[in-house]
């Protein structure tokens, strides 16, 4: 089954070093967005008539939270793409995996963004724009030098074989 996400020449390109601790970071501290105040609320509604709630909704949000950022670790890993001749493809995905071969002739536009987050790690993100939503796609976790790279390379090849109008 693997053989169905594998390029048939070459091999995956695959994130940023930081990519996986950046991830697994951000999943953390969005897991103690949540966590902190159902603790708090827990305590200050519930305590009265059921002191195990608030130590049970703690544990299920440990439970979670070690969940998410192992989950970040994994993500991380499990995405990666290779340059082809006429085509990009990426895969992802844990569970759920999934490949996409975006032909350089139907790419609309490339575009490297990078938020607050991904700027303090260092890393940037480039998303491939084609006219149909199911083969638009995005490379998370770049470094910023290789996610310019990409792009420019990504440009050219799409302006080397777009199609005549």
Known sequence: ???????????????????????????????????????????????????????????????????????GWRWARAFGYVEREADLIITSGLWSRRLVAIPYSRMQSVQVRSGPLQRLWGLSQVSLVTASIETSATIPGLEAAVATSLRDRLIEAGEAQALPL
């Not at 990519?19 to 902190?36: E, F, M, T």
């Not at 909704?57 to 989950?71: I, S």
């Open 1 to 71: 089954m693997d053989s169905l996400f594998r390029p048939p020449d070459g091999g995956w390109q695959r994130l940023a070093p930081r990519a996986a601790p950046s991830r697994a970071l951000g999943a953390a501290l969005a897991g103690l967005i949540w966590i902190v105040p159902a603790v708090v609320a827990a305590w200050l509604f519930v305590a009265e008539w059921l002191p195990w709630v608030p130590w049970a909704v703690a544990g299920v949000g440990l439970v979670w939270l070690a969940w998410t950022t192992w989950r």
